[in-house]
Nanobody, 114 residues
Framework: VQLQASGGGLVRPGGSLRLSCVVSENIFNFNTVGWFRQAPGKEREFVATINVGGRTDTADSMKGRFTISRDGSKNTVYLQMSDLKPDDTAVYYC?????????WGMGTLVTVSS
């Protein structure tokens, strides 16, 4: 299973970005597909997931600003991020999970700075 994350870049505070995660297999084969992030010097943290039934779960600190969605026809999961803050600077990783197994992509860097 391969996951390719893209869409990161440099954005000013208050700006928006949309990340994409293309999965090499049918995303409905997985229990969840979602996003995590790791800021410099910090541990990786949960951002958002979407399950096979379409239920989404988003970290409390990101609710209202981050929205996860998917396009099954493209085996792609998106993360729409708005009102970005410097604290959102991190490498964002895509993960596909089925039972006890997790598959990770390489990550895409998001830098929020003026």
């Amino acid at each position: 299973v391969q996951l390719q994350a893209s869409g990161g870049g440099l954005v000013r505070p208050g700006g928006s970005l949309r990340l994409s995660c293309v999965v090499s297999e049918n995303i409905f084969n997985f229990n969840t597909v979602g996003w995590f992030r790791q800021a410099p010097g910090k541990e990786r943290e949960f951002v958002a997931t979407i399950n096979v039934g379409g239920r989404t779960d988003t970290a409390d600190s990101m609710k209202g600003r981050f929205t996860i969605s998917r396009d099954g026809s493209k085996n792609t999961v998106y993360l729409q991020m708005s009102d970005l803050k410097p604290d959102d600077t991190a490498v964002y990783y895509c993960r596909a999970q089925i039972l006890s197994r997790s598959y990770w992509g390489m990550g895409t860097l998001v830098t929020v700075s003026s």
